[in-house]
DNA sequence: GGGAATGCGTTTTTT
DNA sequence: ACGCATTCCC
């Protein structure tokens, strides 16, 4: 809707003077401390379009955000309230930014710019793999999984802190092996880098060591943003906190967003320390505080903060609103999962009668499998919804298994890849596949060899054959990245059917890729995007159509930023929410205290807390775990900040009805049934 | 050496 | 209920 001459916005109508303050801020370093619901998001908008109206290029903007779904939001708000030019703002996650950087100077590194990534599940498999290799997967050996191994690298990456120390405090029962750890850490390490992979922490650490002990490129890339903005900064980690003040080096321009209460990434390494430390490394930056809530109603935020309360560390903040309405938040008792399912279904059903859109309501949860049930009943009941948080989309087993067939055609030498693809053959392990990874290896990563004498007589020497063709089709970059993914998928349908059961759904998510293939030139951007999880990697689009409307199934984390008119959150007991391995750490109760601060400040109007009174604990014991929440029990004058409320199922229609006396059979029509039946 | 069957211990959150 | 190791059979 941009006119020919230079719109105009009116900042002093739509911001208020805190918001406006960091809006107008330009040169020096800024630190703006932002509460739920104040605006946040859009002084960040605004603020790109006041540097793009001041005349700064947009291309000289970089704005990192904590996802990629954030950031193109934001750009397109900016360019809806100003025009087009903000759409060529530099946006994108830490990882997607590393992403870019590093291919352009990968081999700097000693690097390919062709380099693979792994997600999180290929980075376990590859620590699985060394794992056996090394032979400490013994019975006699209480060994780590590689799961847990993953995650103690990931954490030695992203903080500050050495293996030994990581062991020590967060693993004590695993010193014995901490010479095996660090071994196994040096051979990942060593085996990534021969297959010119990347693991998501590798982005991170490489950029930072490409910006540090690379003078020129770090001048160069500093001196292309003069404005760098992060957002949600206190789920930074010190990595990343590194790298942004690296790529402020040149210019000095770096404002940070964020909130030091909603921090709940600190499993990630992250840390609001950062946001504490921030004047120390740019001791003359401003800071800005953003209170004013413009989202929820009073009793809503005095919930809220009675929450935050029992924080033991809190700064700042005590949030006020001009959000009128009165209704308190509903503390509902039920007695078990089914009844609370039953009692979300039966509300958001009246909602709907009320006029609430579904896309105005919410189901929050610390776990994605805590909406399990509920999920059975919103079906019973015809509630169409989205969940988010869980398994994704691009980590299901038969995507996973088409991308690697392409990443194997774009970098040869990913082991991780090759692994899984002939993994699929019938009469092929670990082994055989390890003797055929390395027999490509030989010859360069020419997959030409599986089709020589090697492998004839094998059982699998045909399927080789076929895939190494397959390979010679999907690698060559005069064919269109969508005719090659359509490619890999033809060649994969019989391996998927012959896997899975539900072989068309599967199917349906495979055509769903080939239609996000479209979008790409590129089969490296196509794979970067897949592991990085772009936006449009959704299981199904949200869909423009507004009669095609659904409701929203979260993990907390995932609602990170989000609003709606109506919020459940469920499993209020001890042992879910907050999570049973929190209750008896130090610490960790602090952040479930944040995370569920989060959860509450996520509603508008209406906040329903459900807390059933008996959930199954998962394990063999047949336990349950009964206790209320800590995180309720603990906040002051509970019983005046919510309404209670218990919730009891109708009694089902009895199935049998009970008749008093002997009701009449019919003799005559028994006989006739038993002689057409027989018996 | 591969794969099915068995038996053990176990689960958060995500780029 | 599921991953992961071990065991046994081809």
């Not at 405090?169 to 850490?185: M, N």
């Not at 094998?458 to 970059?477: H, I, N, P, W």
């Not at 772009?534 to 984390?557: I, N």
Request: net charge negative; aromatic share 8%.
């Amino acid at each position: 809707m941009a006119e020919s001459t230079s719109p105009t916005i009116d900042f002093e109508k739509e911001l208020n003077p805190a918001q406006r303050a960091a809006v107008e801020a330009r040169e020096g370093a800024h630190l703006v401390i932002a509460g739920p619901g104040s605006g946040k998001t859009r002084t960040l908008v605004y603020r790109v379009a006041h540097l793009v109206l001041g005349g700064v290029a947009p291309e000289r903007i970089l704005l990192l955000t904590f996802t990629r779904k954030s950031s193109e939001e934001m750009l397109r708000r900016a360019s809806q309230i100003l025009d087009e030019r903000c759409r060529k703002v530099a946006g994108g996650t830490f990882h997607s930014f590393a992403n870019r950087v590093l291919r352009r100077h990968a081999q700097l590194l000693g690097f390919d710019a062709g380099f693979t990534i792994l997600d999180r599940s290929d980075a376990e498999d590859l620590v699985g793999l060394l794992r056996t290799e090394a032979g400490y997967n013994r019975k006699e050996r209480r060994f780590p999984r590689k799961g847990t191994i993953l995650s103690l690298f990931s954490k030695r990456a992203n903080t500050k802190k050495t293996l030994e120390e990581l062991i020590e405090s967060d693993y004590p029962h695993f010193e014995p092996e901490t010479e095996a750890l660090k071994e196994l850490q040096r051979k990942y390490t060593a085996r990534k880098r021969a297959q010119q992979v990347l693991d998501y922490d590798d982005l991170l650490v490489f950029l930072r060591q490409l910006l540090a002990e690379h003078e020129t490129v770090r001048r160069k890339v500093a001196a292309t943003y003069r404005y760098v903005m992060v957002d949600e900064y206190q789920d930074t980690n010190h990595l990343q906190a590194h790298i942004a003040a690296l790529l402020a080096s040149v210019h000095g321009n770096l404002m940070v967003v964020g909130d030091d209460a909603q921090s709940i990434y600190s499993f990630r390494g992250a840390s609001f320390q950062n946001i504490i430390d921030f004047p120390k490394i740019f001791p003359g930056a401003k800071t800005t505080m953003l209170e004013q809530n413009y989202r929820s109603t009073q009793p809503i935020l005095d919930f809220a903060n009675a929450v935050l309360d029992n924080a033991k560390e809190k700064f700042s903040k005590n949030l006020f609103t001009e959000v009128v309405g009165d209704d308190r938040p509903q503390l509902i008792t039920a007695v078990d999962d089914y009844a609370q399912s039953r009692f979300i279904c039966r509300r958001i059903l009246e909602l709907r009668e009320e006029g609430v859109p579904l896309g105005e309501i919410s189901v929050l949860c610390r776990a994605a499998w805590h909406t399990n049930a509920l999920e059975v009943e919103l079906a019973n009941a015809n509630i169409p919804f989205r969940k988010f948080g869980g398994l994704r989309f691009v980590e299901a087993a038969h995507i996973k298994d088409v991308a690697a067939l392409l990443k194997i055609a774009a970098n040869p030498r990913d082991g991780a890849a090759w692994h899984r693809v002939l993994l699929l053959f019938e009469g092929v392990g670990p082994k055989t596949a390890q003797m055929v990874i390395q027999a490509v290896d030989k010859a360069s990563g020419r997959w030409q060899v599986l089709r020589g004498d090697t492998f004839r007589g094998r059982k699998y020497a045909g399927d080789l054959t076929r895939l190494s063709r397959l390979l010679d089709a999907v690698s060559d970059d005069e064919v269109p990245v969508a005719e090659r993914v359509e490619g890999a998928v033809r060649y994969y349908q019989p391996l998927l059917k012959k896997r899975h059961d539900d072989f068309p759904r599967r199917k349906r998510d495979l055509e769903a890729l080939e239609g996000i293939a479209q979008r790409y030139r590129s089969l490296e951007r196509f794979l970067s995007d897949v592991a990085l999880e772009a936006p449009q990697f959704s299981r199904r689009d949200p869909g423009r159509d507004p009669e095609d409307e659904w409701m929203t199934l979260s993990t907390v984390h995932s609602a990170k930023g989000l609003e709606w008119h109506t919020v459940f959150v469920v499993n209020l007991n001890a042992g879910h929410f907050p999570s049973q391995q929190s209750l008896f750490e130090e610490g960790a109760l602090e952040e479930e205290r944040r995370l569920f601060y989060v959860a509450v400040t996520r509603a508008k109007r209406n906040l329903y807390l459900l807390r059933p009174e008996e959930l199954p604990r998962r394990g063999p014991y047949g336990d349950t775990f009964a206790e209320v929440s800590p995180l309720l029990e603990e906040v002051l004058d509970l019983d005046k900040l919510v309404d209670f409320q218990e919730f009891h199922l109708e009694p089902e229609t009895e199935l049998w009805a009970d008749e008093d006396g002997e009701s009449g059979s019919d003799p005559e029509l028994l006989a006739r049934i038993q002689d057409y039946f027989g018996e």
